[in-house]
T-cell receptor, first 115, second 115 residues
Framework: DSGVTQTPKHLITATGQRVTLRCSPR?????VYWYQQSLDQGLQFLIQ???????AKGNILERFSAQQFPDLHSELNLSSLELGDSALYFC??????????????FGQGTRLTVV | AQSVTQLDSQVPVFEEAPVELRCNYS??????LFWYVQYPNQGLQLLLK??????LVKGINGFEAEFNKSQTSFHLRKPSVHISDTAEYFC?????????????FGRGTQLTVWP
């Protein structure tokens, strides 16, 4: 158990809908990272938050957004869903900004299926 | 930008045989290198990482990897595999000095160990 909790574990929704994925980082971790794992694109970094602020952005679509709350949990919001958004979404956390010596720990993921 | 190529999408081996999972990377800057394992319905778990120093890195579960700068490779090896090693293995890279949470992953290698 990595200590990173993601909910829900599975989500099925229709095209055009909006969903929210939730991540609780390990106790004391300030950084949260979101990744998308799909058959087409593999594992891709989406976005990082550090202590409530966006720190780095990867291949995140404009239809997607994220935030990190004062209690450090994070939410990934996916809107206007398309079939191609079906994927496993991972959250990871690390203690600080994620400097060179800091490892990130991954949650078990949320599997999103868009029908 | 960094990129990672895992040369084999599937590697079947028999139990107690040695295995090598190949990984090559491309980067215009110095990098840190990682191997992660993903068991079925689980999140990613760090096997080992190369940050600096000895080019032979030992990880968990008897795995090791060797960093070869001239060949830009970071192949993962285990001298004798077990059925329980069946999983998907991901090679990843990040720019030296960058956050270790923002990783660029290969497409993965499915290792299947047969009795």
């Amino acid at each position: 158990d990595s200590g990173v909790t993601q909910t829900p574990k599975h989500l099925i929704t229709a095209t055009g809908q909006r969903v929210t994925l939730r991540c609780s980082p390990r106790s004391g971790d300030l950084s949260v990272y979101w990744y998308q794992q799909s058959l087409d694109q593999g594992l891709q970094f989406l976005i990082q938050y550090y202590n409530g602020e966006e720190r780095a952005k990867g291949n995140i679509l404009e239809r997607f957004s994220a935030q990190q709350f004062p209690d450090l949990h994070s939410e990934l919001n996916l809107s206007s869903l398309e079939l191609g958004d079906s994927a496993l979404y991972f959250c990871a956390s690390s203690p600080n900004r994620g400097g060179p010596q800091t490892e990130a720990f991954f949650g078990q993921g949320t599997r999103l299926t868009v029908v | 930008a960094q990129s990672v190529t895992q040369l084999d999408s599937q590697v079947p081996v028999f139990e107690e045989a040695p295995v090598e999972l190949r990984c090559n990377y491309s980067s215009s800057v110095s990098v840190y290198l990682f191997w992660y394992v993903q068991y079925p319905n689980q999140g990613l778990q760090l096997l080992l990482k190369y940050l600096s120093g000895s080019t032979l890195v030992k990880g968990i579960n008897g795995f090791e990897a060797e960093f070869n700068k001239s060949q830009t490779s970071f192949h993962l090896r285990k001298p004798s595999v077990h059925i329980s090693d069946t999983a998907e293995y991901f090679c990843a890279v990040t720019r030296r000095g960058s956050t270790l949470g923002r990783l660029y992953f290969g497409r993965g290698t499915q290792l299947t160990v047969w009795p």
